[in-house]
């Protein structure tokens, strides 16, 4: 019984002390997720905007230019070599400039502008998330 009890106590010790050491490693680069939930409150902003039938075309560039901005740390903040990520950040990046090309001033050309940025965005994250 004593045995059985000291081999219990052994594994939630270990347990315990596997969770801490993943929290801190994890919590060394904040800047991935940084990048990700700047990107996700912009994105939000802008399907907000949509869904409330509010599509202020200055609010609207401001966050595009945002989201184009932040786009261009992708790469260098993930330190993700592989060619299919870069093109895929690449891509985004060319979704947004086309975006902003002609910056959508009414819901239905922003609806129209942001679908391939969502689908960049969810094409990506199906792979590497």
Avoid: W
């Avoid at 219990?8 to 991935?32: C, E, F, K, Q, Y």
């Avoid at 990048?35 to 609207?60: N, R």
């Amino acid at each position: 019984m004593r045995v059985a009890l000291m081999i219990l106590l052994g594994l939630v010790i270990g347990i315990l002390g596997t969770v801490n050491v993943m929290s801190a490693l994890d919590a060394r680069h904040p800047m991935p997720k940084a990048v990700m939930h700047t990107m996700g409150y912009h994105m939000g902003e802008l399907a907000h905007a949509l869904k409330a039938k509010q599509c202020d075309a200055a609010q609207v560039r401001h966050h595009l230019e945002r989201l184009q901005s932040t786009a261009t740390d992708i790469v260098p903040v993930f330190g993700i070599a592989e060619k299919d990520f870069t093109g895929k950040a690449t891509e985004l990046q060319t979704r947004l400039q086309q975006a902003l090309q002609p910056a959508p001033t009414s819901c239905a050309a922003l609806a129209t502008a942001i679908k391939p940025i969502d689908d960049a965005c969810k094409s990506c994250h199906q792979q590497y998330r």
